[in-house]
């Protein structure tokens, strides 16, 4: 028997920190900016965005577009309406720039912000196992840094809107390809008021082995923070890209709405792993859409525990033969939360593969729901997906839906489908607790067994963390 | 001097119930399953519990054990302490032992990580990694039960007769005080059901105390118990050694019955 084996229990043992959200990451900064925006959306806060950021025409008018789309475009009748209803879209800072540049050491980030990560605990992992990150504070990446091998590759890691500046051509040929402005009300939101997100670029046949890190912070009250992401992988790359993110704990609603892109050329692989941990004041709908060329492999791990109401569903579209698309998410809707989360898998080429594996964990009042569409067009024979949709309830009025849609065209092809809904079981409970294990510690151990799927997909250290916050938020809980 | 049968928290007794009585909900009547049992085990012996089918045998084993599912009245002693009123974990903690008929699968959570907590919970300290895999991978031998299945999920996946090894294993594992084997035996072929009673066998000394619930010969050949009970209707209707186990090998339990119906006539009187 190996140590790794036993490591899992150690994890747990050690970790009986009695914090809560609001002591770990609950907290914020006095508010000190060298620019806040005032309250608002409308064309003057974007022309003062793009102004700011002396961005190139196009892009511009790609922003003064994109707010017409989203005034035009009604909200979604799906998901939580009621909840989306009440976001007032005039009561958010749209952009917020904090002060100091962007810096390439810890020790030039300006020092309540350098604080604050260390606080997350963000230049020790880039230290331990990282090849590269970025940290976002409010609007703007304060911090990023990249191995300096990788440059050398000529792998590209920086903030998007350095990107802009610096890569143009690239930036110009993939904005806005993956995710159009007017797919839904939201990606047009973000492509009027974007600000930061992280730009990868990996040239062909490099393999970036260790993972790249962007942490999302939000700090100020009723803060709208709209980051946009594009990674491309060239021919026969691979790249693993891990986000976090957390947010204070205020009484007032915060927006987050970020659009994420990837594109995998021929033969390349994309791992896009997701920790998502806003305070429950927090409004995340998300779109992230990857397209799969030949061959082709894209990982989406999803882990959404914090946020208010999340609505988000990882996308892939197989557009190469033989490509490979998977979705791996875990959602822990607690009190007062709604995670409506799924995947969208679209078999356009021949031969294509996916699969979806969904667990979610509802407890008190908390709603998980999945929602996921898996769709096979005319032409895409001799594809087969496999979806598996798995929920846990704690406690009588914890909530758990599941909306699967399956549109296929063509009868060559291979559909697996199962869902399952389980109580913790009391006689799980009863099992456990006759082997001397306390009821909460009985809970926390058949919880943690229904996501080990998922963990098990995490690097250690993420592992580690998800596993204490799955601890934290399991305290207390009356099975 | 007085009779330690008589007396529950007489040091030469590790178990013993008095009056006990198990309910269940039945839609909106309560059902009684065990009517007025008392039982007393001393130290370094083996009880066998028989009975035939639906008799409350299982039940009587759960709820000694605290099953939530279940309302009792009466008193439990386990080494001279009253221990009705506290949690399974608790009695757990304090020597009690239940060996499922049906083990339930707990996907995700590995045998090791499972073992290691239950040890560290009966022991009341962390068993560290090195001493903790030694105890193991010999356990795992006298059980016979393959090392893979140490980093395998929990009962998932896992045959009749694996399952039931592993019971035998974590009762060697915590070395309990009482153990309570319910149908350890079912669903055994031959050879396992040797590992299985050698296992039971290794388990008990002089100490120690078991009732091992079951309604077959096979395993208290294997066994052999100190005493045996048999259990019919919710009541313990007859107590002797092994030549009670031939008995009711040869005539079944209907010759029972009736002494059965006569004792609950009795009681009603």
Redesign the interface.
């Known amino acids: 028997?190996s140590?790794a084996?036993?490591r899992?229990?150690t994890s747990q043992?050690l970790s009986s920190i009695n914090d809560d959200y609001t002591a770990r990451y609950g907290f914020h900064d006095p508010e000190d900016y060298f620019l806040k925006a005032p309250k608002g959306l409308n064309h003057e806060v974007v022309e003062m965005i793009s102004r700011k950021k002396n961005e190139p025409d196009w892009m511009r008018a790609i922003r003064h577009a994109a707010l017409d789309t989203f005034r035009a475009k009604p909200m979604p009748r799906w998901g939580d309406s009621e909840s989306l209803d009440s976001i007032d879209f005039e009561n958010i800072h749209y952009y917020i720039k904090p002060k100091g540049e962007q810096a390439t050491d810890w020790n030039d980030v300006p020092e309540q912000i350098k604080k604050t990560f260390d606080r997350l605990g963000i230049p020790e992992a880039e230290r331990k196992f990282l090849a590269g990150v970025t940290a976002q504070y409010e609007s703007e990446v304060v911090y990023h840094s990249i191995r300096e091998d990788l440059t050398k590759l000529g792998v590209i890691f920086m903030d998007m809107d350095s990107a802009l500046r610096e890569h143009p051509e690239i930036v110009r040929k993939w904005f806005g390809k993956i995710i159009p402005t007017g797919d839904n009300k939201f990606s047009a939101l973000n492509t009027a008021v974007w600000s930061g997100g992280s730009f990868i670029y990996v040239p062909k046949g490099v393999k970036v082995d260790i993972p790249l890190q962007a942490y999302f912070r939000i700090n100020a009250e009723n803060m709208g923070q709209f980051e946009r992401t594009l990674i491309i992988a060239d021919e026969d790359s691979s790249v693993h890209y891990i986000e976090g993110c957390t947010a204070p704990t205020y009484s007032s609603d915060s927006l987050h709405s970020a659009v994420v892109e990837l594109v995998a050329l021929d033969r390349a692989h994309i791992r896009y792993t997701t920790i998502q941990n806003w305070s429950v004041n927090v409004y995340n709908l998300v779109t992230k859409r990857a397209h799969a060329y030949t061959d082709s492999v894209v990982e989406w791990v999803d882990g959404n525990l914090g946020s208010k109401l999340t609505m988000k569903y990882p996308a892939i579209v197989l557009k190469g033969e033989r490509a490979h698309g998977e979705v791996l998410s875990i959602a822990f809707a607690g009190h007062g939360q709604h995670q409506d989360a799924g995947a969208k898998m679209t078999h356009v080429a021949p031969n294509t593969t996916s699969r979806i594996i969904s667990k979610s964990i509802s407890k008190d009042d908390g709603r998980s729901s999945y929602r996921g569409l898996v769709k096979m067009g005319r032409g895409a024979t001799g594809c087969k997906t496999s979806v598996e949709c798995d929920a846990l309830l704690i406690g009588d009025h914890a909530v758990s839906d599941t909306y699967p849609t399956m549109d296929v065209a063509e009868s060559d092809v291979r559909v697996e489908h199962e869902a399952r809904v389980s109580k913790v079981?009391?006689?799980?409970l009863?099992?456990?607790?006759?082997?001397?294990?306390?009821?909460d510690?009985?809970r926390l151990?058949?919880v943690?067994?229904?996501?080990?799927?998922f963990v098990k997909e995490l690097p250690m250290e993420y592992a580690v963390e998800l596993n204490r916050l799955i601890e934290l938020e399991m305290e207390g809980s009356v099975g | 001097m007085s009779d330690p049968l008589l007396n529950p928290a007489d040091p030469a007794n590790v178990f013993a119930c008095r009056n006990l009585r198990v309910f269940v909900q039945d839609g909106d009547q309560e059902k009684e399953i065990v009517r007025g049992v008392d039982l007393t085990v001393r130290r370094g012996r083996k009880h066998a519990l028989m009975g035939p089918n639906g008799s409350g045998k299982s039940t009587l084993a759960a709820a000694l054990m605290g099953h939530p599912g279940y309302r009792v009245e009466g008193e439990i002693w386990l080494e001279g302490e009253r221990v009705d009123q506290l949690e399974p974990h608790l009695r757990a903690r304090r020597g009690m032992f239940l060996s499922f008929q049906y083990p339930v699968a707990v996907p995700g959570v590995t045998v090791a990580n499972f073992l290691r907590a239950s040890l560290a919970a009966r022991r009341g300290t962390e068993i560290p990694v090195r001493a903790f895999r030694q105890e193991l991978n010999e356990a795992f031998a006298t059980m016979d039960i393959d090392p893979s299945f140490i980093t395998r999920y929990l009962n998932d996946g896992f045959s009749g007769g694996e399952k039931k090894r592993l019971e035998i294993l974590q009762m060697l594992l915590l070395k309990p005080s009482f153990s309570l084997l319910d149908e350890t035996d079912s669903g055994l072929d031959i050879d396992a059901l040797k590992v299985v009673s050698d296992g039971i066998n290794l388990a008990s000394n002089e100490q120690n105390g078991l009732l091992l619930v079951t309604h077959y010969q096979r395993i208290l050949n294997l066994v052999q118990p100190d005493v045996v009970h048999v259990f019919m209707s919710g009541r313990l209707v007859r107590t002797g050694g092994m030549e009670l186990v031939h008995a009711l090998e040869e005539r079944g339990y209907d010759w029972l019955a009736d002494e059965s119906a006569a004792i609950a006539e009795g009681s009603r009187a």
Do not use: C, V, W
């Open positions: 028997m140590d084996t036993l899992e229990t043992d079981g009391e006689e799980q009863f099992y456990l607790q006759s082997r001397g294990l306390d009821p510690k009985a151990m058949i943690n067994g229904f996501i080990e799927p």
